[in-house]
């Protein structure tokens, strides 16, 4: 395994980069896939952050690490549920975009549950490192009801379904993508499973980078008219 702050600091130089131009290309094309562009510039930023965890730990600076590893966590348990079916809600048409509201207001509520305790019980996240990767394990909220295993399993299914149902089929393949980068991680990478599989969602996504750099000019409804 290649996982190092070298490796974090790379994907995150190219990710960031390559969001902001997503961005603004979905800006300038097709607004409703704004959101979606951001996800490599956002999963670059979640990169970095593990980056310097590596370097808290290399340091010895155990204040670093807490305060990365939470920010890396934020991104984990907090934005991804939340962000990745609140963007394809932009892409899907008017009769599915509540499945799909219900989807990001799940995924809020689980996140919340899960990360905002850290703040409150002292050394509920522990941030372990095993060579060449980082376990983000101790106690969650969740495991005193429903277990890790059920909680990660919605915590899969509210990311991953909401792609693999999406009336683009560039983002199902993408959900695909997810799914794989998931099954390899759970059969491999369990030691470290959160910190494997963001990684691999982190490369993944310049798939999205692929989708919004063919994306064609969106006209507005009154050029259409007019035309």
């Known amino acids: 395994m290649c996982f190092s702050a070298t490796a974090s600091f790379t994907t995150a130089a ?3 980069p390559a969001g902001a131009f997503t961005i603004q290309r979905a800006w300038t094309t097709d607004r409703r896939y704004l959101a979606i562009g951001a996800l490599p ?14 370097m808290g730990g290399a340091y010895q600076a155990p204040a670093l690490v807490a305060t990365f590893s939470l920010a890396y966590m934020f991104f984990t348990w907090f934005l991804w549920p939340v962000w990745v079916p609140f963007a394809t809600f932009f892409t899907e048409p008017a009769r599915r975009k509540p499945l799909y509201l219900l989807f990001a207001i799940a995924g809020g509520a689980l996140g919340g549950l899960q990360y905002v305790p850290y703040f409150a019980h002292d ?15 101790g106690t969650e909220l969740l495991d005193f009801v429903i277990g890790r295993t059920t909680t990660y399993t919605i915590y899969l299914v509210i990311i991953i379904a909401p792609l693999l149902i999406a009336s683009d089929r560039r983002l199902r ?8 980068v998931f099954v390899t991680t759970y059969l491999f990478f369990r030691f470290a499973y959160v910190s494997v599989f963001c990684f691999g969602g982190a490369l993944m996504s310049l798939y ?13 409804a009154g050029e259409l008219a007019a035309a």
């Open 14 to 16: 190219v990710l960031v």
């Open 41 to 54: 510039l956002l999963f670059g930023l979640q990169q970095f952050s593990e980056g310097m965890v590596w």
């Open 123 to 137: 050394g509920w996240l522990v941030t372990t490192f095993l060579g060449r990767a980082i376990a983000y394990g």
């Open 173 to 180: 393949v993408f959900g695909v993508l997810v799914g794989l």
């Open 208 to 220: 999205l980078v692929c989708i919004i750099f063919q994306l064609e000019r969106r006209q507005p």
